[in-house]
């Protein structure tokens, strides 16, 4: 196919997108829009696992079986126990909210010790990592510490056939601010250039254009 012929098929393409995308805008302006959550994490040596929805949470009281157990966190980020109806514990590490709970059973209990441990790993959604576009199984990603690229991709089962890795845009929230980063993807995978490789942070979002032929 002819270069020029080509390139001008992309920039009609752009202008129609263009297009498509005002319409929508315009027709649902009433919906609200949905805003990025930065993670707590700012480098990867910080990284602290923080409670989710779904997490299953081991919760011993020493000396009180009879209110210790196993909860499983609730869709509002909250659990139930047989002292208390409603903790919240999403978006706490398990030591915080171990001593959350030590204040709270300290008005039925004399000096109540607790260990709290975290069993099926989800977190909540500002750690996860999101894999979308020419991914083979685009999906969200629990975040593991020192987690790099070729280890998410790995996850995702790596390109399609349609996939312009080396287009694809890393989107991340630093200092408050949404910032877009170029990633050589198939450079990492297809020609094996580990100078591609890059370390993730939690909240970070792939994404994998299709590729042009």
Excluded at 55 to 81: A, H, K, Q, Y
Aim: hydrophobic share 45%.
């Amino acid at each position: 196919m002819d270069k020029k012929f080509t390139n001008s098929l992309k920039i009609v393409f752009v202008l129609l997108l263009a297009q498509l995308i005002s319409a929508c805008s315009t027709t649902n302006n009433n919906l609200p829009t949905a805003t990025l959550h930065p993670s707590n994490t700012a480098d990867i040596n910080s990284y602290k696992y923080l409670i989710g929805s779904g997490d299953v949470l081991n919760i011993f009281v020493w000396r009180n079986p009879e209110v210790s157990g196993s909860f499983v966190v609730r869709p509002d980020g909250m659990i139930t126990t047989s002292l208390v109806e409603d903790i919240k514990v999403a978006g706490k590490t398990p030591t915080e909210l171990a001593r959350s709970i030590e204040e709270i059973l300290a008005t039925y209990l004399r000096e109540p010790i607790v260990t709290v441990t975290v069993n099926n790993f989800v977190g909540p959604f500002s750690e996860q990592i999101r894999v979308i576009g020419e991914a083979a199984q685009p999906r969200a990603i629990n975040y593991t510490q020192h987690m790099t690229l070729l280890d998410v991709m790995i996850q995702v089962g790596g390109l399609t056939e349609f996939a312009d890795g080396n287009d694809a845009v890393l989107v991340r929230i630093e200092d408050g601010q949404q910032k877009q980063y170029n990633i050589m993807i198939d450079e990492l995978i297809k020609d094996g250039e580990i100078s591609a490789n890059i370390d993730m942070l939690p909240g970070d979002i792939i994404i994998i254009p299709e590729a042009w032929f």
